[in-house]
């Protein structure tokens, strides 16, 4: 597990009346942080897009000095971009990025497979087990509706099942800098799924020859379907984001209903130029 990044409170400085105490101050914070990091990595606040602070408070209930502390949390790890003349904006996306995004990623993951193959405990292939029989029940995305929904037990799942494979790797710098990794490129994989009218359907079995090839210690096969996981699942996204690219000065009709084909259009504007995202000062989730 990595260690929490939330502030700690100084108890021997006096706190503002007009300001939450510290610990309060904090838990608000992390609150912020978790609904906008969510909200980022599921590809409901676009890339590029201006994120108000004052509206921001207004949205979430939240007041100035933890929605700041959340932002620069946010910026730490990657998601948001800050600057003293631009302030607040959802990081944008490239297609030199996701490569870069993807190289390091495997360099990562390679090195703590490794180190979990290697030092792992029968708790520990266990835990690997049991992470990818719970993905495996589950459907990538909700059932019903005419449009592919983000299923969030299976998206729990499949985090969980990749977490599990480095989870013995003894390093928790290690582990942190994965996890932020695995969000970065998942903002990539929702970004993708909402600039088509289908989503992709994967092969559930590359999980689970990764899983089997883990735990049965085979290492050098391991850590290449892990790198071919990575990189096929790159090999999609930029394939969908390109399209969308493509796409976005056209106008033809989206399937799935109107409301759906203005969410792809609006993905697509900002995949091409992330400044004609909307700002934070919309209506509804996004």
């Known amino acids: 597990m990595t260690e929490s ?49 004052a509206q921001l408070c207004a949205r979430y209930d939240i007041g100035l000095s933890p929605m700041r502390e959340a932002l620069h949390r946010l910026a730490r790890d990657g998601l948001v971009s800050h ?26 993951d390679e090195l703590a497979l490794r180190q979990s193959i290697a030092h792992g405990d029968r708790a520990w292939e266990e835990h690997v087990l049991l992470s990818y029989h719970r993905l495996s029940r589950l459907h990538r995305v909700a059932p019903g509706g005419a449009e592919p929904q983000i299923n969030a037990p299976w998206e729990d799942a499949h985090r969980a099942f990749h977490a599990s494979l480095l ?32 989503e992709v359907v994967r092969v559930r079995d590359e999980h689970k020859a990764l899983m089997e090839a883990a735990i049965e210690r085979k290492t050098e096969e391991a850590v290449q379907l892990l790198l071919d996981h990575l990189a096929s699942t790159a090999k999609l996204v930029r394939d969908s984001l390109q399209a969308a690219s493509d796409k976005a000065a056209g106008s033809g009709h989206e399937p799935g209903g109107r409301a759906a084909g203005s969410s792809r259009r609006a993905v697509r504007r900002a995949v091409a130029d992330p400044s004609l995202a909307p700002s934070s000062s919309g209506r509804g989730r996004g």
């Not at 400085?13 to 912020?32: D, K, R």
């Open 5 to 53: 990044r939330q502030p700690a409170g100084n108890p021997g400085l006096m706190n503002n009346p007009s300001e939450p105490p510290s610990s309060a101050a904090g838990t608000l914070s992390s609150v912020a942080y978790e609904r906008l990091r969510q909200e980022i990595i599921h590809a409901l606040l676009l890339p590029g897009r201006k994120l108000h602070i």
């Open 83 to 108: 600057s003293d003349q631009r302030g607040f904006h959802v990081t944008p996306v490239s297609e030199a990025h996701l490569d870069e995004l993807t190289k390091t990623r495997g360099w990562l």
């Open 167 to 198: 989870a013995a790797c003894g390093s928790s710098w290690l582990l942190g800098y994965c996890g932020q990794l695995f969000d970065a490129a998942d903002r990539y994989r929702h970004l993708s799924r909402l600039s088509n009218a289908r």
